[in-house]
Protein backbone atom coordinates (compact mmCIF):
# COMPACT_ATOMS: atom_id res chain seq x y z
CA UNK A 1 0.00 0.00 0.00
CA UNK A 2 1.07 3.31 -0.66
CA UNK A 3 -0.04 5.97 1.59
CA UNK A 4 -1.20 9.86 0.18
CA UNK A 5 -2.78 12.37 2.44
CA UNK A 6 -3.58 9.73 4.84
CA UNK A 7 -4.91 7.23 2.13
CA UNK A 8 -4.02 3.76 1.41
CA UNK A 9 -4.09 2.97 -1.83
CA UNK A 10 -2.98 -1.01 -2.91
CA UNK A 11 0.73 -0.94 -4.35
CA UNK A 12 -1.52 -2.58 -7.92
CA UNK A 13 -3.03 0.67 -8.58
CA UNK A 14 0.65 2.25 -8.90
CA UNK A 15 0.53 3.97 -12.16
CA UNK A 16 3.26 1.74 -13.84
CA UNK A 17 4.01 4.41 -16.41
CA UNK A 18 3.73 8.05 -15.45
CA UNK A 19 4.57 11.16 -16.83
CA UNK A 20 4.04 12.83 -13.83
CA UNK A 21 7.53 14.07 -11.70
CA UNK A 22 7.28 13.84 -7.64
CA UNK A 23 10.14 14.81 -5.70
CA UNK A 24 13.37 12.28 -4.88
CA UNK A 25 12.07 9.49 -2.39
CA UNK A 26 8.05 9.90 -3.66
CA UNK A 27 5.89 8.18 -5.97
CA UNK A 28 3.28 8.87 -8.15
CA UNK A 29 -0.56 7.60 -7.44
CA UNK A 30 -3.59 9.34 -9.07
CA UNK A 31 -1.96 11.99 -10.01
CA UNK A 32 -0.52 12.65 -6.46
CA UNK A 33 2.79 12.27 -4.60
CA UNK A 34 3.72 9.79 -1.86
CA UNK A 35 5.75 7.32 0.01
CA UNK A 36 5.72 3.80 -0.22
CA UNK A 37 3.85 2.32 2.89
CA UNK A 38 5.61 -0.11 5.60
CA UNK A 39 5.94 -3.84 4.24
CA UNK A 40 7.11 -2.14 0.59
CA UNK A 41 9.72 -0.38 -0.86
CA UNK A 42 11.04 2.17 -3.53
CA UNK A 43 12.73 1.64 -6.33
CA UNK A 44 12.69 3.14 -9.92
CA UNK A 45 9.42 5.57 -8.49
CA UNK A 46 7.64 2.39 -8.16
CA UNK A 47 6.19 0.42 -4.71
CA UNK A 48 7.13 -3.32 -4.70
CA UNK A 49 6.10 -5.34 -1.62
CA UNK A 50 8.87 -6.69 0.22
CA UNK A 51 9.60 -10.37 -0.66
CA UNK A 52 9.77 -13.25 1.14
CA UNK A 53 11.85 -13.34 4.53
CA UNK A 54 12.09 -9.58 4.25
CA UNK A 55 10.20 -6.96 6.19
CA UNK A 56 9.99 -3.21 6.16
CA UNK A 57 8.45 -1.46 9.75
CA UNK A 58 8.64 2.08 8.05
CA UNK A 59 7.52 3.86 5.19
CA UNK A 60 9.19 5.43 2.17
CA UNK A 61 12.34 3.12 2.19
CA UNK A 62 14.45 2.17 -0.41
CA UNK A 63 15.19 -1.52 0.91
CA UNK A 64 13.71 -4.19 2.82
CA UNK A 65 15.06 -5.96 5.97
CA UNK A 66 16.12 -9.69 6.13
CA UNK A 67 14.88 -11.96 8.71
CA UNK A 68 17.94 -13.15 10.50
CA UNK A 69 19.27 -16.55 10.23
CA UNK A 70 16.33 -19.31 10.80
CA UNK A 71 13.40 -16.94 10.98
CA UNK A 72 11.51 -16.27 7.91
CA UNK A 73 8.54 -14.86 6.68
CA UNK A 74 4.73 -16.46 5.49
CA UNK A 75 4.13 -14.07 2.69
CA UNK A 76 5.66 -10.80 1.07
CA UNK A 77 4.99 -7.24 2.22
CA UNK A 78 5.84 -7.63 5.88
CA UNK A 79 6.06 -4.82 7.91
CA UNK A 80 7.64 -6.01 11.72
CA UNK A 81 10.42 -8.51 12.42
CA UNK A 82 7.57 -9.70 14.58
CA UNK A 83 6.07 -11.47 11.08
CA UNK A 84 9.86 -13.35 10.79
CA UNK A 85 9.13 -17.16 12.29
CA UNK A 86 11.47 -19.21 13.12
CA UNK A 87 11.59 -21.96 10.65
CA UNK A 88 13.26 -24.73 13.14
CA UNK A 89 16.70 -24.90 11.30
CA UNK A 90 19.95 -22.81 11.91
CA UNK A 91 21.26 -22.74 8.84
CA UNK A 92 25.24 -23.52 8.83
CA UNK A 93 27.34 -20.42 9.98
CA UNK A 94 24.82 -20.43 12.47
CA UNK A 95 24.10 -21.75 16.22
CA UNK A 96 21.51 -22.17 18.24
CA UNK A 97 20.88 -20.66 21.77
CA UNK A 98 17.59 -21.04 23.19
CA UNK A 99 15.09 -21.44 20.25
CA UNK A 100 17.10 -18.76 17.95
CA UNK A 101 19.48 -18.78 16.18
CA UNK A 102 22.92 -16.88 15.54
CA UNK A 103 25.82 -16.07 13.37
CA UNK A 104 29.19 -17.52 14.23
CA UNK A 105 31.05 -14.52 15.53
CA UNK A 106 34.36 -13.68 13.71
CA UNK A 107 36.88 -16.19 14.20
CA UNK A 108 34.53 -18.98 14.59
CA UNK A 109 32.51 -21.14 11.91
CA UNK A 110 30.14 -23.42 12.07
CA UNK A 111 29.81 -26.17 8.79
CA UNK A 112 26.40 -27.91 9.56
CA UNK A 113 23.25 -26.48 10.24
CA UNK A 114 21.35 -27.12 13.91
CA UNK A 115 24.27 -27.39 15.82
CA UNK A 116 24.67 -25.37 19.63
CA UNK A 117 27.94 -23.98 19.32
CA UNK A 118 30.96 -22.77 16.45
CA UNK A 119 34.19 -23.93 16.14
CA UNK A 120 37.30 -21.75 16.95
CA UNK A 121 39.61 -20.98 13.89
CA UNK A 122 43.25 -22.45 14.88
CA UNK A 123 45.66 -20.13 16.75
CA UNK A 124 46.86 -17.30 14.91
CA UNK A 125 43.61 -17.60 12.37
CA UNK A 126 40.06 -15.52 12.03
CA UNK A 127 37.12 -15.12 9.88
CA UNK A 128 37.02 -11.74 7.86
CA UNK A 129 33.51 -11.72 9.23
CA UNK A 130 30.78 -13.30 11.02
CA UNK A 131 28.48 -16.13 9.63
CA UNK A 132 31.68 -17.90 8.33
CA UNK A 133 30.70 -21.57 7.57
CA UNK A 134 34.00 -23.56 6.36
CA UNK A 135 37.32 -24.00 8.19
CA UNK A 136 39.01 -22.50 4.80
CA UNK A 137 36.95 -19.52 5.72
CA UNK A 138 39.87 -18.88 9.15
CA UNK A 139 42.61 -17.28 7.25
CA UNK A 140 46.27 -16.01 8.89
CA UNK A 141 45.32 -12.83 11.11
CA UNK A 142 48.66 -11.36 9.96
CA UNK A 143 47.06 -11.59 5.95
CA UNK A 144 43.87 -9.51 7.16
CA UNK A 145 46.62 -6.41 8.42
CA UNK A 146 48.20 -6.68 5.02
CA UNK A 147 44.77 -6.69 2.83
CA UNK A 148 43.67 -3.75 4.81
CA UNK A 149 47.08 -1.89 4.28
CA UNK A 150 46.80 -2.20 0.72
CA UNK A 151 43.27 -1.27 0.80
CA UNK A 152 44.31 2.27 1.91
CA UNK A 153 47.32 2.32 -0.17
CA UNK A 154 44.99 2.01 -3.31
CA UNK A 155 42.00 4.11 -2.06
CA UNK A 156 44.48 7.26 -1.37
CA UNK A 157 45.83 6.82 -4.94
Known sequence: RVTINKIAYPVSELSQKSDMSCPVDMV????KCGHCSPGTYMKSNHCYKCPMNEYQPE???????????????NST????????R????????THIIGTGCYECRIGEYQPSENL?????????YTTMGIGSTKETDCILEDSIIVTDILEDILRDR
Open 77 to 84: GSVSRNDC
Open 28 to 31: ALNL
Open 86 to 93: HTGICPAG
Open 116 to 124: LGCLKCRDG
Open 59 to 73: EGQKTCQKCRAGYAT
